[in-house]
C-alpha cells in the first residue's frame, strides 16, 4: 500500500468542466499519463533518485492542461518520494502501480458499475456540485464529532471533521475550505453528538459527507470506541471498494502506548497493536500516564495519527 501523497477530495472544478470536451481533453491526458509511467518504470527506479523535480512538475503540467487536476496533484507529489529515506525505491514503485491501476480503471469505466466509476471520476479531478449531493439519499442518525484536524493544502486551509454514527456506526468526514487568515467551518464540536440527516458524496466507499438538516443542538457523548481488529477489517473492507483510498478513520478505546522494535505503537488489550507516525508522544503520554484511553486517529498506510485523547477527567484533549 502507498504513501497517502494525493488529497483527491481537495480540488476545484476548472473550466469547460462539463460535456464531451472536457472528456476527450481528459482521456488524451489518462493515455499521455500511461505512456508517461511506462517511460519511468522502462528507464528504471534508480534513476529517479538522480531526477530533477521537474520530471514530475512537467507531467503534471501537461494534466493540468488536460484538466485532470487530481491526478495531477499525485504526480506531482511523486518528486518527494525518491528523497524520503529508506525503502522509497518500493514506495515509488507501490505509487505508480496505483496510479496505473487508476488509468486502467479510467480506461475501463464503461464496463464497471455506477459507485467504482464515480469513484474513478472523483479520483482523476471531476467533482459533484453540492445541490447534487443534497438530492441524494440522505442518512439520519445522531453523529458524533471525533475529531477536528486543519491542514495546509494549495495556499488554502483545509479541515476534516470526523464523524461517526452512534446508530448506525458509519464514519463519515465533513471538509471545509479557506484561505489563509479566513475562519474555517465551527460548527462542529469534538466531543459532541447532533442528530442529523447527512448526504454522501457518490463512490464505491461513500465517506465524504455534507450536513443536510440538523435537527438537534449538539450535546456531550461518550465516544464510541472499537478494538484494533474492528478497526482494520472495517479499513479492508473499505479499502476493497476503493484501493486508492488514503485515510481511514480511527477511533479506538482502551488502548495504550507501547514501544516495539525501537518504534511507538498503539496496543490494545488484546495484544493487536499499530505504529504511530508522530515523533512527539508526550502530549499524548501526558494524557494517558501510561493508561488506557480512547483515541481518534487516522489511519494511513504509513502508520496511525492521533489527533485525540479522551480522559475520564480531563474529557477529550487535542493532540495535533
Not at 509511467?37 to 534513476?47: H, I, K, S
Not at 445541490?131 to 486551509?157: F, K, M, N, S
Not at 469534538?190 to 461513500?206: E, H, I, K, N, R
Request: aromatic share 6%; net charge neutral; glycine share 8%.
Amino acid at each position: 500500500m502507498s504513501v497517502p501523497l494525493a488529497r483527491f477530495e481537495y480540488v476545484s472544478e476548472p473550466r469547460d468542466s462539463k460535456g464531451p470536451v472536457r472528456e476527450r481533453r481528459v482521456d488524451d491526458g489518462v493515455e499521455e499519463l500511461a505512456r508517461w509511467l511506462r517511460d519511468q518504470v522502462a528507464q528504471g527506479l534508480a534513476a529517479a533518485e538522480r531526477a530533477p523535480v521537474s520530471v514530475w512538475d512537467e507531467a503534471s503540467r501537461r494534466l493540468v492542461n488536460a484538466q485532470a487536476p487530481a491526478l495531477a496533484g499525485q504526480v506531482r507529489s511523486l518528486a518527494a518520494v525518491p528523497r524520503s529515506g529508506e525503502r522509497w525505491p518500493a514506495r515509488l514503485l507501490e505509487e505508480y502501480g496505483l496510479l496505473h491501476l487508476l488509468v486502467r480503471a479510467h480506461q475501463r469505466r464503461s464496463a464497471l458499475p455506477e459507485p467504482l466509476r464515480a469513484t474513478i471520476r472523483s479520483r482523476v479531478g471531476f467533482t459533484v456540485a453540492k445541490d447534487e449531493v443534497l438530492a441524494r439519499a440522505r442518512i439520519r442518525d445522531r453523529w458524533y464529532v471525533a475529531a477536528v484536524h486543519d491542514e495546509p493544502q494549495d495556499g488554502l486551509t483545509a479541515r476534516r471533521v470526523w464523524l461517526r454514527g452512534l446508530g448506525t456506526g458509519r464514519p463519515a468526514l465533513v471538509l471545509s475550505f479557506a484561505a489563509a487568515g479566513r475562519p474555517l467551518d465551527g460548527s462542529f464540536t469534538v466531543g459532541t453528538a447532533f442528530d442529523a440527516d447527512l448526504a454522501f458524496y457518490p463512490g464505491a466507499q461513500p465517506l465524504r459527507a455534507l450536513v443536510a438538516e440538523r435537527h438537534a443542538a449538539p450535546e456531550p457523548a461518550e465516544p464510541p470506541g472499537t478494538s484494533i481488529a474492528e478497526l482494520l477489517d472495517s479499513y479492508a473492507t473499505a479499502l476493497s471498494r476503493d484501493p486508492w483510498l488514503d485515510r481511514w478513520p480511527a477511533l479506538l478505546a482502551g488502548v495504550r502506548l507501547a514501544r516495539a522494535e525501537g518504534s511507538l505503537h498503539l496496543t490494545d488489550s488484546s495484544g493487536a497493536a499499530l505504529p504511530l507516525t508522530t515523533a512527539d508522544p508526550w502530549r499524548l503520554l501526558a494524557v494517558s500516564g501510561g493508561a488506557p484511553v480512547t483515541i481518534a486517529a487516522e489511519w494511513t498506510p504509513t502508520g496511525l495519527t492521533p489527533l485525540t485523547a479522551w480522559h475520564p477527567v480531563e474529557g477529550h484533549v487535542p493532540l495535533r
